[in-house]
């Protein structure tokens, strides 16, 4: 049995040690940001097409799938 002193070598410990290092750096700050743009983003575009539906100018009506007949 050969013992090692240093980094983990196997893939399971490797991919954990990197998942706690992970955690503990956190995320990056433009990182945030730009989740948060995001979030605010699809907020405006939510509340705006609630207002566009609620005043009724909803656009085109749903086109729906035709289902051809078979023939007997």
Not at 53 to 71: F, M, Y
Request: proline fraction near 6%; charged fraction near 35%; charge should be positive.
């Amino acid at each position: 049995m050969v013992l090692r002193w240093g980094p983990p070598l196997s893939a399971k410990s490797l991919t954990k040690a990197r998942s706690k290092a992970a955690k503990k750096r956190g995320l990056p700050e433009n990182l945030k940001n730009a989740i948060e743009a995001r979030r605010r983003e699809k907020a405006a575009a939510s509340t705006k097409a609630a207002t566009k539906t609620e005043t009724g100018a909803a656009g085109k009506p749903k086109r729906t799938r035709l289902l051809k007949k078979k023939a007997a």
